[in-house]
């Protein structure tokens, strides 16, 4: 669990006590690519490899889809937290053309922080014909819920999770910022093999023109979030032929592109 606890005083209309906060963990990891920097990034410390796999692979600089990547972790802080991580891959896995758009600082909370400029993948727009419901909605909010450790604990963490057709979940993953928990989440598909099981994402803050392209990077046909989307989410989701349902919560939920696959 990537918490730590703290010291605080908390103030009410009673006057001021003492207590102690768990709080989410920030951690900054560096990215080098066959020892040349890619990027920094800011995150939950915890399962950093899954992160690196499904960065690369969304980011469009590493696209293979089968068997592991070579990593080698080569620093690590005084507390034991990876520090930075050299990937080790061949050139003809590389697209070289995306190696320089990202700069030395990508910030955990702002996936687009960082870029040079955008990246839009050229593919097929996903075209599914899987049909989702309220209760398979509901289902699948409630189980990742369960699943998040760390933000029942400090409740400053996010959260994105996998699911197959019949709603059982593949992954879930927790980072202080919503894209590293999408990237974490991808990853694992990847080394799993099981990215082409998955039907639905789900995350547990807003949606970003950044997740809407890591969603379709996955080739992810519904993209579920608690909270809103942004107007560029929603016009790159429409294009795509995602799904995109935002403030999914209890029973309710807002559908903005792709209603069709709703019933």
């Known amino acids: 669990m990537a918490t730590l606890r703290y010291q605080a005083m908390k103030l009410s209309s009673n006057g ?7 709080l989410a963990m920030e951690h900054p990891l560096s990215v080098l690519i066959n020892g040349d920097s890619f990027t920094i990034t800011m ?42 991580v050299n ?21 955990a ?5 960082g870029k040079t400029e955008l ?41 994105a999770a996998a699911f197959k057709k019949d709603g059982t979940m593949l992954t879930v993953m927790e980072d202080i910022g919503r894209h590293n928990a999408v990237d974490k989440v991808i990853g694992d598909l990847l080394n799993k093999s099981q990215l082409k ?21 996955a080739g992810i046909p519904f993209l579920l979030a608690v909270s809103a989307p942004s ?11 995602i799904t995109l349902l935002g403030f999914c919560r209890e029973d309710r939920a807002t559908i903005y592109s792709n209603p069709q696959r709703l019933v």
């Open 231 to 241: 107007s560029l989410a929603v016009d790159f989701a429409k294009e795509f032929g």
């Open 43 to 84: 995150q939950s410390p915890g399962h950093e490899m899954e992160l690196i796999r499904g960065l690369l692979f969304t980011e469009g600089v590493i696209r293979k889809r089968s068997g592991a990547l070579k990593m080698e972790m080569i620093e690590t802080s005084e507390n034991g937290f990876v520090s930075k």
């Open 197 to 217: 099981e998955t039907m639905c994402l789900l995350v547990s803050g807003r949606v970003s023109y950044e997740i809407v392209v890591k969603c379709f990077s």
């Open 16 to 22: 001021a006590t003492k207590v102690e906060d768990a």
């Open 109 to 113: 909370s702002c996936g687009i922080c």
């Open 87 to 107: 990937v080790v891959a061949e050139e003809s896995e590389l697209d070289k053309s995306l190696l320089n758009k990202r700069n030395l600082l990508s910030v």
């Open 119 to 159: 990246h839009i993948p050229q593919s097929e727009k996903i075209a599914s014909s899987e049909i989702l419901t309220a209760l398979d909605i509901q289902r699948m909010f409630d189980t990742m819920s369960k699943a998040q450790a760390s933000f029942q604990e400090s409740g400053g963490s996010h959260a």
